[in-house]
């Protein structure tokens, strides 16, 4: 049974940072590809990055530049450093990860920037 669990949103001023963690558990597997997406209140569910393989990894146009998506050295562990947060990136985070024709989400994270 696989459990993802993602952590380390929060409460931050606008310019501020915060590193999301995205740990998928129960799996001996390797998601070969891993996603995060947001949704803000009132709106639709929407891709922020993903990374492929190692260190293949793409970001919607808002956040490059901003946000770095990393892989950590647990298996299926993944990291959203998020820098110079605005208002805007105000969401629900959650994590995507495949395994094994399956697509398993986690609870999510709140984020929460303060202008």
């Known amino acids: 049974q696989v459990q993802l669990v993602e952590s380390g949103g929060g409460l931050v001023q606008a310019g501020g940072s915060l590193r999301l963690s995205c740990v998928a558990t129960?799996?001996?597997?390797?998601?070969?590809?891993i996603y995060w997406f947001r949704q803000a209140p009132g709106k639709q569910r929407e891709l922020v990055a993903s990374i492929i393989g190692e260190d293949g990894a793409g970001y919607r146009e808002s956040v490059s530049g901003r946000f770095t998506l990393t892989r950590g050295h647990a298996l299926n562990t993944v990291y959203l450093q998020m820098n110079s947060l605005q208002p805007d990136d105000t969401a629900v985070y959650y994590c995507?990860?495949?395994?094994?024709?399956?697509?398993?989400w986690g609870q999510g994270t709140q984020v929460t920037v303060s202008s």
């Open positions: 995507k990860v495949p395994i094994g024709g399956q697509d398993y």
């Open positions: 129960g799996s001996p597997y390797r998601a070969n590809v």
